[in-house]
């Protein structure tokens, strides 16, 4: 019964115990590396085994700090043994994002417990120190995904913050980090951002707060003149964000299922 386990699931995310008050942001970023591995060409990697339980995948540096979600989550496994992780982690994510305040998303399960030797290779998830915009195609393509696809996966980091002891990046993207909106364009757009002076790796600070961060990758949104575009329409009209959100999530989620 998927409604009980979602319903833990969102038991947890309304614990203000942790970080910025949720534990929302890193499930969602959890269902996303879980999914993101998936390559059109190959047809291996996606959400279907959760390989990323198995050491190989754990300990890619893109998944560094994820071991927290997977271990709160594993408290939900225990009280519902009869779901898969890949079940797991994705609900999880669906339930950030609703939560949060974000669109519905469409959610079916069948994912399957994968053995290690399904774990995908390292350096499929995107760097985020490149700020081209070519990097950001080459991944999101092999998953699949087209140019409006990317830009309103994206969207996402209006949800939580970089940490020093995980990525090396530090801070959040928007004033709201546990909130779903379309902050992530409308900061992009609205604000000045300049590079951040410091000893940790390259990042931009809005220049009159510098309370908020954006990545190299993130600049690219809006530096890409196809990107920007739909920064544009995204920034503009929420309601068109949660649209096209919602879809673009689902596809994430069932990547390799
Ligand atoms: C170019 C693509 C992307 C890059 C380079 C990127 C990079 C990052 C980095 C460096 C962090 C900080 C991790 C930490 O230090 O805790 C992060 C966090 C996060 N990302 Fe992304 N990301 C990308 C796309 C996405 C997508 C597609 C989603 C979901 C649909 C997503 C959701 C999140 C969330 C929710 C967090 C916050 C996690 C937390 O607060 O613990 N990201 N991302």
């Given amino acids: 019964d998927y409604q009980k386990v979602y319903n833990a699931i969102a038991a947890i995310i309304e614990d203000e115990n942790y970080d910025d008050g ?5 499930f969602l970023r959890l269902a996303w590396h879980a999914s993101g591995t998936y390559d059109i060409n ?14 190989p995948e754990a300990g890619h540096g893109a998944n560094a700090g994820l071991g927290i979600a997977r271990e709160r989550l594993n408290r939900v496994k225990d009280q519902f043994p009869e779901i898969s992780y890949g079940d797991l982690w994705t609900l999880a994510g669906v339930a950030a994002i609703q939560e949060l305040g974000g669109p519905t998303v469409n959610w079916r399960p069948g994912r399957i417990d994968g053995e290690e030797n399904h774990s995908p290779p390292d350096g499929r998830l995107p ?13 999101f393509y092999k998953m699949g ?12 980091h209006a949800l939580g913050r970089c940490h020093r002891d995980r990525s090396g990046f530090d801070g959040p993207w928007t004033a709201s980090p546990t909130v779903f909106t379309n902050a992530f364009y409308t900061e992009l757009l609205g604000r000045k951002w300049v590079e951040r002076k410091w000893s ?6 809005d220049k ?21 575009k739909w920064v544009e329409v995204y ?3 929420e309601k068109k964000f949660f ?14 299922v």
């Fill in 208 to 228: 009159e707060s510098k309370s908020l961060m954006m990545l190299p990758a993130d600049m690219a949104m809006a530096k890409d003149k196809e990107f920007r």
């Fill in 235 to 237: 920034a503009k009209d």
């Fill in 145 to 156: 995904f087209n140019d409006q696809e990317i830009v309103a996966l994206l969207g996402a």
């Fill in 243 to 256: 649209e096209d959100f919602a879809k673009v999530a689902q596809k994430l989620f069932e990547l390799g």
């Fill in 22 to 26: 949720s534990y929302g942001p890193v």
């Fill in 127 to 139: 760097d985020a120190g490149r700020a081209d915009g070519q990097h950001s195609r080459d991944v």
């Fill in 200 to 205: 940790g790796p390259k990042q931009f600070e």
């Fill in 42 to 55: 190959s047809k291996d990697g996606g959400s279907n085994y959760a390989t990323m339980r198995y050491k």
